[in-house]
T-cell receptor, first 114, second 116 residues
Framework: AQSVAQPEDQVNVAEGNPLTVKCTYSVSGNPYLFWYVQYPNRGLQFLLKYITGDNLVKGSYGFEAEFNKSQTSFHLKKPSALVSDSALYFC????????????FGTGTRLQVTL | GAVVSQHPSRVICKSGTSVKIECRSL??????MFWYRQFPKKSLMLMAT?????????EQGVEKDKFLINHASLTLSTLTVTSAHPEDSSFYICSAAGTGGFKPQHFGDGTRLSIL
């Protein structure tokens, strides 16, 4: 069975500093990985995905993620955090079948302060 | 592009009422839609996979007679919480994925259901 782990419940960073939100995965085949962001009382917004190709994936709002097969990780990064980036971030892995079913991590709350 | 509309955004109703939530893909066709439930400060729990023109596939532990799903067209899926009780109060979110390739799921804004 596939699974995703987000080891940090919360990440605190000062505005302007780089941020990293960690994610590790476990799948039996090729990993299809996603990052989503959730603002209060809203659904999830797609940030980026890794299917194949370059290990560094660029996404929306200046976010990027680095796929590391040997460490089975897919950490989300941003060079310079903004207060408006404060939200709940979910890493997800997709089932390899055609149903595109996602398994989500437990989420990491990012708090960016001035 | 890839907009998913979920309605209503908030429902407050009495115990025993049945509540219908709609999920529409506005600018793409979705053969598959998903219904999730999210508890406060928790991750999303997949309830069921809704397939256009066929029966939904429910996750283990989800009562299919309690949570009725209908996916009548390529752009609309509905979730009906039948005879809702306070323990059904939650944030329900739908998502839809376009056909072909590894397209990401796009999510509605969720429905906050409060049963008194």
């Amino acid at each position: 069975a596939q699974s995703v782990a987000q080891p940090e419940d919360q990440v605190n960073v000062a505005e302007g500093n780089p941020l990293t939100v960690k994610c590790t995965y476990s799948v039996s085949g090729n990993p299809y990985l996603f990052w989503y962001v959730q603002y209060p009382n809203r659904g999830l917004q797609f940030l980026l995905k890794y299917i194949t190709g370059d290990n560094l994936v660029k996404g929306s709002y200046g976010f990027e993620a680095e796929f590391n097969k040997s460490q089975t990780s897919f950490h989300l990064k941003k060079p310079s955090a903004l207060v408006s980036d404060s939200a709940l971030y979910f890493c997800a892995v997709r089932d390899g079948g055609t149903a595109s079913k996602l398994t989500f991590g437990t989420g990491t709350r990012l708090q960016v302060t001035l | 592009g890839a907009v998913v509309s979920q309605h209503p955004s908030r429902v407050i109703c009495k115990s025993g009422t049945s509540v219908k939530i709609e999920c529409r893909s506005l600018d793409f066709q979705a053969t598959t839609m998903f219904w999730y439930r999210q508890f406060p400060k928790k991750s999303l729990m997949l309830m069921a996979t809704s397939n256009e023109g066929s029966k939904a596939t429910y996750e283990q532990g989800v009562e299919k007679d309690k949570f009725l799903i209908n996916h009548a067209s390529l752009t609309l899926s509905t979730l009906t919480v039948t005879s809702a009780h306070p323990e059904d109060s939650s944030f329900y979110i739908c998502s839809a994925a376009g056909t072909g390739g590894f397209k990401p799921q796009h999510f509605g804004d969720g429905t906050r259901l409060s049963i008194l």
